[in-house]
């Protein structure tokens, strides 16, 4: 089994206590971060020192793909914060975010797990599309998706990105 490969196996099925990402307060700014990564610049030590190791940030800097190497903090059920790299100037540079975790929030408290009720009233400015990979209703707003079950009740992913 290659080192890397190890290293995701022990990932997923570290206990959450060793996953410090799972419990770690992370502010949504549509458009502009999750937490202490900025879109368009690189994953800061700080990012690594709050939420723990990323695997594939060993990877980074040496990507030549311009639809991005990721950094990946995982967990069992599918719960992950995914960073996608590189905006097109530099591989390690930051350009979109995934993520299904429930801690990362925006300032007015919305993430995964919150209704559409709340999410379209918080963020009016948006519209209904199937833009998700498993053509799940989501509702687009500048800088920020939010994708939901089948029947537009909770959010289960979302996807930060430039506007």
């Known amino acids: 089994m ?6 995701l196996t022990l990932l997923l099925i570290a206990p959450a ?10 502010l949504v700014v549509p458009g502009k971060s999750l937490g202490p990564i900025v879109l368009g610049k690189p ?12 695997a594939g ?8 793909s311009k639809d991005g190497a990721a950094v990946e903090w995982m967990a069992p059920k599918d719960v992950y914060i995914r960073v996608k790299c590189h905006d097109g ?3 390690e540079n930051a350009f979109q975010i995934f993520w299904t975790a429930p801690n990362p929030r925006t300032a007015g408290g919305l993430g ?5 009720t709340a999410v379209v009233k918080a963020f009016p400015k948006g519209r209904w599309t199937n833009q998700s990979m ?13 994708t939901f079950d089948e029947k537009r009740t909770k959010v289960l992913e979302m996807h930060l ?3």
């Not at 995964?112 to 559409?116: D, T, Y």
């Open 134 to 146: 498993d053509g799940y209703p989501t509702w687009e707003t500048p800088g920020l998706n939010w």
């Open 43 to 54: 994953i800061p030590k700080e990012a690594y020192q709050l939420m723990g190791p990323g």
């Open 57 to 64: 940030s060993a990877n980074v800097t040496k990507n030549t």
């Open 17 to 26: 206590g060793a996953q410090p990402w799972l419990k770690a307060k992370l």
């Open 2 to 7: 290659k080192l890397h490969s190890l290293f």
């Open 161 to 163: 990105r430039k506007p």
């Open 112 to 116: 995964v797990g919150s209704s559409a």
């Open 89 to 91: 100037n530099q591989p």
